[in-house]
């Protein structure tokens, strides 16, 4: 329900509206469910699009830069291309999350407010890695697995 990469905590909400129990405990009705999962997946498929597009741009500058000859006006321009392209992936992301934050009521935000508080002073063990960090039993995403466990090294003789 955190920070997650890219999407700030719009992300957790969206995992959280999947979760029925949650959902419940929480307030959230169907129609707002429904809108943060159509929010998210537009969300998503347009930060692949900008990542993708920043990837590029990014390219091009190296490029630019390997030449044998470096063209200082191209240079410059490809530059002013990649702070473009990162803004609008710095912007997206904020937008996403003020439109996440914007589809509960005060009343449920205050909810979910301390269920994190909670969960991060009861459920979190150690830290994010600890017991009831990532990957912890109970806490992985609907049809997850565990990591197997390493095999035991052959017994030598």
């Known amino acids: 329900m ?3 990469r890219g999407g700030g905590h719009g992300m957790g909400l969206a995992f959280l509206v999947n979760n029925p129990e949650l959902r419940k405990k929480i307030g959230i009705t169907d129609e707002q ?3 943060i999962r159509q929010q998210t997946l537009d969300f998503r498929k347009a930060e692949i699009r ?3 597009d920043l990837q590029v741009k990014r390219l ?3 490029s630019l830069l390997a030449a044998e000859t470096p063209d200082r006006a191209a240079i410059d321009k490809a530059l002013e291309e990649v702070g473009a ?3 609008k992936v710095a912007k997206n992301g904020i937008d996403f999350r003020l439109a996440m934050r914007g ?3 005060a009343e449920q935000r205050e909810k979910l407010k301390a269920m994190r508080h909670e969960f991060e002073h009861h459920g979190a063990g150690a830290g994010p890695h600890g017991p009831g960090g990532p990957g912890a039993r109970g806490m992985r995403r609907p049809g997850a697995q565990a990591a197997p466990k390493p095999a035991a ?3 030598q003789q």
């Open 2 to 4: 955190g920070m997650r």
């Open 50 to 52: 900008s990542r993708a």
């Open 153 to 155: 090294p052959p017994a």
């Open 33 to 35: 469910a429904a809108k």
């Open 85 to 87: 392209a990162q803004m």
């Open 60 to 62: 091009e500058l190296r």
């Open 103 to 105: 589809a509960l009521t």
